[in-house]
Nanobody
């Protein structure tokens, strides 16, 4: 199973970006999917998660600005980030709890995509 993250880049404060993360491989089902981020010198922190039914939860720091959604048919999760702030600058990592055709559920991580918010 591989998770491919994309969509990062440089944006000015107040701007928007949309991150995508696509899961591929021998997948039977995907439970939760989500995004974490890690800023320089800081620990990785949760940004948002979403269940297979589409119920999303957000960190307080991004509530009202970020929206998480997923397309189960294609195993893709999207993070729409609006009103970006310099403190949102970080490497963003997606993850997913995947059940393969053989074996139980496992947590997988994507490779990370850099988001830089700066004027």
């Amino acid at each position: 199973v591989q998770l491919q993250a994309s969509g990062g880049g440089l944006v000015q404060p107040g701007g928007s970006l949309r991150l995508s993360c696509a899961a591929s491989g021998s997948i039977f089902s995907i439970n939760n999917m989500g995004w974490y981020r890690q800023a320089p010198g800081k620990q990785r922190e949760l940004v948002a998660t979403i269940t297979s039914a589409g119920s999303a939860a957000y960190a307080d720091s991004v509530k009202g600005r970020f929206t998480l959604s997923r397309r189960n048919a294609t195993n893709v999760v999207y993070l729409q980030m609006n009103s970006l702030k310099p403190e949102d600058t970080a490497v963003y990592y997606c993850n997913a709890v995947v059940t393969q055709v053989v074996g139980g559920p496992r947590l997988y991580w994507g490779q990370g995509t850099l988001v830089t918010v700066s004027s």
